[in-house]
């Protein structure tokens, strides 16, 4: 972990990381953030697909996004693995303010458009949000690519140039004798 984040202990073992299916806002290019938009019917048969990847990962319990697009997406996993999903309001995407709805094209590094959630403030509350999670699962966290950029930079791992893809499913090693460094296998 990096010096500036705080001890989370799931942030110690390994846990698998969902980025919701696609949504109407992925599929058009446009800012979610904190607008709560349903699945497409591809986000739906992604999400199917993605709890077929994970029904033999010895998944243990389903933390969720209180977003539609999350909850839906845990919920079709929770079902063949037959699971409970907690909710977890904190594991929110980025409230973008007035860009909410618009292109992303719009958005420039290092601004924060008015009325949004500071970089700062995000990560305070994905972390609140993390800090949750009991350590003694293994857990799937379905949540948002906001949410995995801050546990790329929370975990040493340099951030994705793209987006994480929606709906496909990553697994999260600790370091250990063999890896000194935090690893994400895509499955």
């Not at 846990?15 to 599929?27: D, Q, V």
């Not at 893809?165 to 697994?171: C, E, H, K």
Request: glycine share 8%; net charge neutral.
């Amino acid at each position: 972990m990096t010096a500036e984040s705080p001890t989370i202990p799931l942030l110690a073992r390994p846990f698998y990381f969902l980025r919701h299916g696609e949504t109407e806002s992925n599929a058009a290019g446009t800012i979610a953030g904190s607008i709560d938009v349903p699945l497409t019917e591809r986000g739906h048969a992604q999400a199917r697909a993605a709890a077929a990847a994970l029904e033999n990962c010895g998944i243990t319990v389903i933390y969720s996004s209180a977003l539609r697009r999350a909850r839906d997406t845990a919920d079709y996993i929770a079902g063949m693995l037959r699971l409970p999903v907690s909710i977890v309001p904190e594991l929110a995407e980025r409230h973008w303010g007035v860009l909410e709805g618009k292109s992303r094209e719009l958005r420039v590094p290092g601004i924060t458009p008015p009325g949004a959630e500071t970089p700062e403030e995000f990560t305070a509350r994905v972390f609140g949000g993390l800090a949750k999670i009991k350590p003694e699962d293994l857990p799937l966290i379905v949540s948002h690519s906001g949410v995995f950029r801050v546990l790329c930079r929370t975990l040493g791992i340099a951030e994705p140039v793209e987006q994480v893809a929606n709906a496909r499913p990553v697994r999260c090693r600790p370091p250990d004798a063999q890896h000194p460094r935090w690893r994400f296998e895509v499955l």
